[in-house]
T-cell receptor
């Protein structure tokens, strides 16, 4: 049973460029969340997607956008890259039962390490 | 306000000994969940243990146990019989409420197990 798959694993971009990161959730999971982890810090929540809509958003600018597809996979897009966007980007999938609001059981991918030069 | 506080940037332990990693949290929501994750140098967040705010007993998962003191708002991770492979970064995280699934992480503790 495949866990969370993220691609690419590493990426180098130039300041001002745009980047797209991809995430395939664990089988049976329908919710995808994205986190940014700067070097030496804990992950920070960017946003969460469920039923192809953004459900929650952290304190990140509009340069960060996302999408969820009908097969639950997700993309994170970052426009106008800044040097400060260099980080490990983690995708986490989970499940949310309809009729119940509890969400439990988060599986993380290995992340995409983005370097902006 | 910091919601998850891990006050130990680094910890050292001898192989086969037990170690406690500290975590305190802050929330006004009566329903929440507390998680511990291990992050090796490869970057993947590996789930270790979970404690719900209404759980009556402290959670245990193999060599991992969670010392949950609700009144003190602490959720310390205890690793028994440390192994060399336990050397990694450890994060405490909290999910508030029963709806939504945002996790708030602490800054982490770097654990080094010495032979």
């Amino acid at each position: 049973d495949a866990g969370v798959t993220q691609s690419p694993t590493h990426l180098i971009k130039t300041r001002g460029q745009q980047v797209t990161l991809r995430c395939s959730p664990k089988s049976g999971h329908d919710t995808v969340s994205w986190y940014q982890q700067a070097l030496g810090q804990g992950p920070q929540f960017i946003f969460q997607y469920y039923e192809e809509e953004e459900r929650q958003r952290g304190n990140f600018p509009d340069r960060f956008s996302g999408h969820q597809f009908p097969n639950y996979s997700s993309e994170l897009n970052v426009n106008a890259l800044l040097l400060g966007d260099s980080a490990l980007y983690l995708c986490a999938s989970s499940w949310r039962l309809k009729g119940r609001r509890r969400a439990y059981g988060y599986t993380f991918g290995s992340g995409t390490r983005l370097t902006v030069v | 306000a910091q919601k998850i506080t891990q006050t130990q940037p680094g910890m050292f332990v001898q192989e086969k000994e037990a170690v406690t990693l500290d975590c305190t949290y802050d929330t006004s929501d009566p329903s929440y969940g507390l998680f511990w994750y291990k992050q090796p140098s490869s970057g993947e967040m590996i789930f270790l243990i979970y404690q719900g705010s209404y759980d009556q007993q402290n959670a245990t998962e193999g060599r991992y146990s969670l010392n949950f003191q609700k009144a003190r708002k602490s959720a310390n991770l205890v690793i028994s019989a440390s192994q060399l492979g336990d050397s990694a970064m450890y994060f405490c995280a909290m999910r508030e409420g029963t709806s939504g699934s945002r996790l708030t992480f602490g800054e982490g503790t770097q654990l080094t197990v010495n032979p």
